[in-house]
């Protein structure tokens, strides 16, 4: 029998006696009855009490009972701290959840059945202009105001995705967004964003180096050609047949250039970047250097170029020995190659006050504008098309002297002014860089 059928025995019992003491058999019957009275409220105080402690789902605080009530308490108690467990745990899941999304290099953004932004990440945020906590609640297509998205929303086919300029540097160069909307759950919407800028920035540039390297082969194509074909067709005099084999030799060995030079860019960009390496003496690199130079100005400039060693502190320099001389030569060339015969070039190396190596190469040429300055380095680019490939010049120097740069740790930066000259200097960080 149960704790609680015995107090309702008991407490009927109690009330039967102090009846029947009372001397009838109907104040017995009473006395019984409000004895079961006084169990019926003292139950549904407990059980008030239980209720109480339910609805505000305190389990810390739980009532203090008994019988069948205190069994009923402490099964729900198991339960709710349960219910808790699983709830944290689906917390910390969702949580884990929108980190990862958060971490995404791709947009995401959750619209309710309206179009108002339910959740976003900083990705997406970024890529349309707007704030992922200030805007939230907001219309997604008073936010990104284009008239593509407009008419994607408006139409609602959302099968393929489309392209929207998005927020740029400059107004003239916006990132390039690509955007679907996915519907999901009741006319809910996912709306997934990447910036495809740099992907065709790299197509853009793969399509201009494939035209110019295309470009710069044809032209000796062209050349030889034409003189094979002469050669073979018209009896030539010696004298024309002499100057005939020596253009080719030089649009051969410009197309060999070229070659050697392209495959060089391909080395420095496909393989991992050196270790600390050898520590060569700058002075050996120098003075090989500025020999390559001289026997240059004596094939290409009359009168030949005044090319000085620059005498500085003996430094040591740490790296990969052919990449050092490759970088170096190109930007002694490229002086040769655009400063006037007769004109004087200076080159050498020293250290910074603070501790980076610099090999510079000054030269007395016509100098560069200033918004030639930020290009200088990439592939092709001349300042003067017609002097480059009088010289023999690839347009690919610059660029294998800024990977050889960026490779050792260090850049490439340029000084110049029209009419008096430029300066080109290649950094080396101070852990490659030690004076003897």
Do not use: C
């Amino acid at each position: 029998m149960t704790r609680r059928a015995i107090e309702l025995l008991l407490l009927v019992a109690l009330g039967a006696v102090a009846g029947w003491i009372r001397g009838t058999e109907g104040w017995t019957f009473g006395g019984a009855l409000v004895g079961a009275l006084g169990w019926s409220v003292l139950d549904g105080l407990r059980a008030r009490s239980v209720l109480r402690w339910l609805n505000k789902g305190e389990v810390s605080r739980a009532p203090d009972l008994s019988g069948i009530w205190g069994e009923l308490v402490d099964r729900n108690r198991k339960l709710i701290r349960r219910l808790e467990k699983k709830v944290n745990n689906s917390d910390a899941r969702l949580e884990d959840f929108l980190a990862a999304i958060q971490a995404s290099p791709n947009g995401v953004v959750l619209l309710d059945a309206a179009g108002r932004i339910e959740w976003s990440n900083l990705t997406a945020a970024n890529q349309l202009g707007f704030d992922p906590q200030r805007d939230l609640g907001q219309y997604v297509r008073n936010l990104v105001r284009n008239p593509a998205f407009t008419a994607y929303m408006t139409a609602g086919n959302f099968q393929h995705e489309i392209q929207i300029d998005g927020p740029g540097v400059r107004p003239s160069q916006p990132t390039k967004i690509l955007l679907q909307l996915h519907p999901y759950g009741k006319k809910r919407k996912l709306m997934l964003t990447r910036d495809v800028t740099a992907v065709q920035l790299a197509e853009a540039m793969r399509r201009d180096f494939v035209a110019n390297v295309s470009h710069e082969i044809r032209t000796p194509l062209t050349v030889l050609s034409g003189f094979v074909e002469t050669m073979q067709t018209i009896p030539l005099e010696e004298a024309d047949r002499t100057r005939y084999l020596s253009l080719m030799s030089q649009q051969a060995q410009r197309m060999q250039t070229l070659v050697s030079d392209l495959l060089t860019l391909s080395r420095l960009e496909g393989s991992p970047a050196p270790g600390q390496g050898e520590w060569i003496d700058s002075g050996e690199l120098l003075q090989h250097v500025v020999q390559e130079a001289r026997g240059l100005s004596e094939v290409i400039a009359k009168p030949v170029h005044t090319i000085e060693p620059v005498a500085g502190a003996p430094v040591w320099v740490a790296g990969v020995k052919t990449e050092l001389l490759s970088a170096m030569s190109n930007l002694l060339s490229n002086a040769v190659r655009y400063t006037p015969g007769g004109g004087t070039i200076r080159a050498g190396w020293q250290v910074r006050p603070d501790g980076i190596g610099e090999f510079f190469v000054e030269d007395t040429g016509p100098g560069i504008a200033e918004e030639h300055l930020p290009r200088l380095t990439e592939r092709f680019y001349r300042v003067d098309r017609s002097r480059s490939r009088e010289t023999g010049g690839t347009g690919l120097g610059l660029a294998i002297v800024k990977h050889v740069a960026q490779r050792h740790g260090g850049q490439i930066e340029v000084e110049s002014v029209l009419g008096e000259g430029s300066r080109f200097m290649m950094l080396l960080p101070a852990s490659r860089v030690r004076v003897h």
